[in-house]
């Protein structure tokens, strides 16, 4: 959707390295934030359960197992049965490595040699003798788990006179992110004694580029899935809008090389137990009763299904908002209405040919040409009562970028789309934190204004991230805590611990971190977000103290020093293409930085009438906003842009500096 730069003169709202080695991840935790929660009921909540470490996304139920943490630093069986998920043993040989043991996978456990662990993992049937093992197999929160799509159980004792773990899971997804919160519990080399039942409240959850600029790299691509699939999300959507074989040249078939690329994707989103779901945008040309055009989908979709994909997405947003071609318009007529009808004529033959006809294929699913609002309209009622009801809808809130969605709005949609008695699936795609509309800018605040219960309503949520595909981990990492568990996220322990694991564990990196995230907190003017927080706390505290005539606190010089060593600092975060992503924007900052430390050294120099160096001050001051306000972010359409950061609380602390200092 159209999210994106509006043109020169116009007003508008708001003025690739790899992620790391396979293995490295591995080795991260989340350090901080908050520990896990036990929740009887999916919108209830308890405290957090002592002794367990923070899990993200939070479980619906967590306890503190009885007896001792089982180590996996030394011999570790891994006991997978036959056809057990290899992605899956996979990640279980890594963990284990990474914590300095040596894995050995068998199929069944006979006389485990004296010191070593055991790992149980696979589907509810296979892991049920390992759970009646540790008398786990009547406890009702981990059968309820056990019958839940993509559930999984984890539980840690004694078996066969040996520590042991169990991770089942209700199906080969429900395994992997068994692994994934395994990942998350280990300490010191040994998995913590937990009782977790688990699974996700929202059916699709995931990521879809879907934004305008400067499309992703591919390594991009597949590190941003690795990401995905981690934090439990189960879909990439393959959507860029400056890609020209979904849009412009949609009929085009890919070459071989484009293809080996796309294959690429599609294995490692198998591998990380992601749907690649591939979208095409046929809606710029499209002559939706012309029966070549159809054929021409049809044979789009099944090339990419010949590689493996097995879920599709017709966008036809950002299009003529009428009926176009001489066909169309003596089938259908003119009319929004007609738009409509003619486009649910198209899309249901696309389904009728192509999606009922294959096996193992997901619901096909649409952006409507009006993709935002719940109120009814001539075209949306047309669409809910001539759109084969199994096809579903993408909706981005009641406006294109929605500060807010609420249930009530879901729920409104979904029967604007479909019928008071037939309601349409809705997969919402939030406009957050996507930047295309604001090039300049970054949006590092927590994904916020999303009800905790939209999982009474919709199918499924996918975030639209920024143009800068490592700057947007922290969002996409909420995405994921929010869409699995909603009544459970907390914006601000969310963030804290997806900031900590792109960070890593060096406390000067996660300061940085956290230092530049303050800087690009302003999302919209929404005051939910408000302007660098932290920021502004110190620089407030400054001028209280400044004005009061007291000494000052110190906190604002030791932001500005920490400011000037962002280009030093985050290069070494354990994912360092966020510093690649941020170059320009922690230039800035250091720039703003030196600014800040010599506006303090001037103001000083005012109070006991040092005029000289009150006037060199001065002049490093001006300097750095000059070098701060430089054009140096390149963009694919605007040119090059200056960064902006702040939120305007940095020029106007300078400012102010430089009037309290004037000689006048």
Same mark, same amino acid.
């Given at each position: 959707? !159209?999210?994106?730069?509006? %043109? /020169?003169?116009?007003?508008?709202?708001?003025? *690739?390295?790899?992620?790391? @080695?396979?293995? $490295? #991840?591995?080795?991260?935790?989340?350090?901080?934030?908050?520990?896990?929660?036990?929740?009887?009921?999916?919108?209830?909540?308890?405290?957090?359960?002592?002794?367990?470490?923070?899990?993200?996304?939070?479980?619906?139920?967590?306890?503190?197992?009885?007896?001792?943490?089982?180590?996996?630093?030394?011999?570790?069986?891994?006991?997978?049965?036959?056809?057990?998920?290899?992605?899956?043993?996979?990640?279980?040989?890594?963990?284990?490595?990474?914590?300095?043991?040596?894995?050995?996978?068998?199929?069944?456990?006979? !006389?485990?040699?004296?010191? %070593? /662990?055991?790992?149980?993992?696979?589907?509810? *049937?296979?892991?049920?003798? @390992?759970?009646? $093992? #540790?008398?786990?197999?009547?406890?009702?929160?981990?059968?309820?788990?056990?019958?839940?799509?993509?559930?999984?159980?984890?539980?840690?004792?004694?078996?066969?006179?040996?520590?042991?773990?169990?991770?089942?899971?209700?199906?080969?997804?429900?395994?992997?992110?068994?692994?994934?919160?395994?990942?998350?519990?280990?300490?010191?080399?040994?998995?913590?004694?937990?009782?977790?039942?688990?699974?996700?409240?929202?059916?699709?959850?995931?990521?879809?580029?879907?934004?305008?600029?400067?499309?992703?790299?591919?390594?991009?691509?597949?590190?941003?899935?690795?990401?995905?699939?981690?934090?439990?999300?189960?879909?990439?959507?393959?959507?860029?809008?400056?890609?020209?074989?979904?849009?412009?040249?949609?009929?085009?078939?890919?070459?071989?090389?484009?293809?080996?690329?796309?294959?690429?994707?599609?294995?490692?989103?198998?591998?990380?137990?992601?749907?690649?779901?591939?979208?095409?945008?046929?809606?710029?040309?499209?002559?939706?009763?012309?029966?070549?055009?159809?054929?021409?989908?049809?044979?789009?979709?099944?090339?990419?299904?010949?590689?493996?994909?097995?879920?599709?997405?017709?966008?036809?947003?950002?299009?003529?908002?009428?009926?176009?071609?001489?066909?169309?318009?003596?089938?259908?007529?003119?009319?929004?209405?007609?738009?409509?009808?003619?486009?649910?004529?198209?899309?249901?033959?696309?389904?009728?040919?192509?999606?009922?006809?294959?096996?193992?294929?997901?619901?096909?699913?649409?952006?409507?040409?009006?993709?935002?609002?719940?109120?009814?309209?001539?075209?949306?009622?047309?669409?809910?009562?001539?759109?084969?009801?199994?096809?579903?809808?993408?909706?981005?809130?009641?406006?294109?970028?929605?500060?807010?969605?609420?249930?009530?709005?879901?729920?409104?949609?979904?029967?604007?789309?479909?019928?008071?008695?037939?309601?349409?699936?809705?997969?919402?795609?939030?406009?957050?934190?996507?930047?295309?509309?604001?090039?300049?800018?970054?949006?590092?605040?927590?994904?916020?204004?999303?009800?905790?219960?939209?999982?009474?309503?919709?199918?499924?949520?996918?975030?639209?991230?920024?143009?800068?595909?490592?700057?947007?981990?922290?969002?996409?990492?909420?995405?994921?805590?929010?869409?699995?568990?909603?009544?459970?996220?907390?914006?601000?322990?969310?963030?804290?611990?997806?900031?900590?694991?792109?960070?890593?564990?060096?406390?000067?990196?996660?300061?940085?971190?956290?230092?530049?995230?303050?800087?690009?907190?302003?999302?919209?003017?929404?005051?939910?977000?408000?302007?660098?927080?932290?920021?502004?706390?110190?620089?407030?505290?400054?001028?209280?103290?400044?004005?009061?005539?007291?000494?000052?606190?110190?906190?604002?010089?030791?932001?500005?020093?920490?400011?000037?060593?962002?280009?030093?600092?985050?290069?070494?975060?354990?994912?360092?293409?966020?510093?690649?992503?941020?170059?320009?924007?922690?230039?800035?900052?250091?720039?703003?930085?030196?600014?800040?430390?010599?506006?303090?050294?001037?103001?000083?120099?005012?109070?006991?009438?040092?005029?000289?160096?009150?006037?060199?001050?001065?002049?490093?001051?001006?300097?750095?906003?000059?070098?701060?306000?430089?054009?140096?972010?390149?963009?694919?359409?605007?040119?090059?842009?200056?960064?902006?950061?702040?939120?305007?609380?940095?020029?106007?602390?300078?400012?102010?500096?430089?009037?309290?200092?004037?000689?006048?």
């Amino acid at each position: 959707m !159209n999210t994106a730069p509006i %043109a /020169s003169g116009a007003k508008k709202r708001r003025s *690739a390295l790899l992620l790391v @080695a396979a293995g $490295a #991840l591995t080795a991260v935790l989340v350090v901080t934030g908050w520990f896990a929660v036990s929740r009887g009921q999916p919108d209830g909540r308890d405290g957090g359960v002592a002794g367990v470490p923070s899990i993200f996304p939070v479980p619906q139920h967590t306890r503190a197992a009885t007896g001792g943490p089982v180590p996996l630093n030394g011999h570790v069986y891994v006991v997978a049965p036959v056809g057990t998920d290899q992605a899956s043993i996979a990640g279980l040989q890594d963990l284990v490595a990474a914590a300095g043991g040596t894995s050995e996978i068998v199929t069944a456990m006979s !006389n485990p040699r004296e010191g %070593a /662990s055991a790992v149980y993992v696979g589907t509810g *049937a296979t892991a049920a003798p @390992a759970l009646k $093992a #540790l008398q786990l197999d009547s406890d009702a929160e981990m059968r309820d788990a056990l019958g839940r799509a993509e559930g999984y159980a984890l539980a840690t004792g004694r078996a066969d006179g040996i520590p042991t773990a169990v991770l089942a899971g209700r199906d080969n997804d429900g395994v992997f992110h068994a692994v994934q919160t395994l990942r998350q519990i280990l300490k010191n080399g040994s998995a913590a004694a937990v009782q977790i039942s688990d699974w996700p409240l929202i059916e699709t959850r995931g990521v879809i580029e879907g934004f305008y600029g400067t499309p992703w790299s591919h390594q991009a691509r597949l590190d941003v899935i690795e990401f995905a699939g981690r934090q439990k999300m189960n879909t990439y959507i393959y959507s860029p809008k400056d890609d020209p074989l979904l849009r412009e040249k949609w009929r085009a078939l890919y070459t071989n090389q484009e293809l080996g690329d796309l294959r690429e994707l599609i294995d490692a989103a198998s591998a990380n137990h992601v749907r690649f779901t591939y979208a095409l945008s046929p809606g710029i040309d499209v002559c939706y009763s012309r029966e070549a055009d159809l054929e021409d989908a049809v044979a789009k979709l099944e090339s990419l299904y010949s590689l493996g994909v097995r879920s599709f997405v017709i966008p036809l947003d950002d299009i003529a908002t009428k009926v176009q071609c001489a066909e169309d318009l003596r089938e259908f007529g003119s009319g929004q209405a007609n738009l409509a009808k003619a486009q649910a004529a198209f899309l249901n033959e696309v389904n009728e040919r192509f999606i009922v006809a294959k096996d193992g294929i997901s619901p096909l699913q649409t952006v409507p040409t009006f993709y935002n609002g719940s109120d009814s309209t001539p075209y949306k009622r047309e669409l809910g009562q001539t759109l084969n009801p199994g096809i579903v809808v993408q909706w981005t809130g009641e406006d294109v970028v929605s500060h807010r969605i609420t249930l009530e709005s879901a729920q409104t949609a979904a029967v604007t789309y479909g019928s008071p008695g037939s309601p349409r699936n809705i997969v919402i795609w939030d406009n957050y934190p996507v930047n295309d509309f604001s090039q300049d800018h970054l949006f590092m605040a927590p994904v916020i204004g999303r009800d905790a219960d939209l999982y009474e309503s919709i199918r499924g949520v996918v975030t639209n991230p920024m143009i800068e595909p490592y700057l947007s981990l922290p969002a996409i990492f909420n995405y994921a805590d929010l869409a699995w568990n909603g009544p459970a996220y907390d914006p601000s322990k969310s963030m804290d611990a997806a900031l900590s694991l792109i960070a890593g564990s060096d406390t000067e990196v996660q300061a940085a971190v956290r230092a530049f995230a303050d800087l690009n907190q302003d999302w919209q003017d929404d005051d939910l977000t408000p302007s660098a927080p932290e920021l502004r706390r110190d620089i407030d505290q400054f001028w209280s103290d400044y004005d009061a005539g007291r000494s000052p606190s110190g906190a604002l010089k030791a932001r500005a020093e920490l400011l000037q060593r962002l280009p030093e600092l985050l290069p070494r975060m354990a994912v360092p293409g966020f510093a690649e992503d941020a170059t320009h924007w922690v230039a800035a900052a250091a720039h703003y930085g030196r600014g800040m430390e010599e506006a303090l050294v001037m103001l000083e120099a005012r109070k006991r009438g040092d005029t000289q160096a009150v006037t060199e001050a001065r002049i490093i001051i001006q300097d750095a906003l000059k070098a701060a306000a430089a054009k140096t972010q390149p963009t694919l359409e605007l040119g090059v842009v200056t960064p902006v950061l702040g939120d305007g609380e940095l020029t106007s602390f300078l400012e102010r500096a430089l009037q309290e200092a004037s000689p006048n």
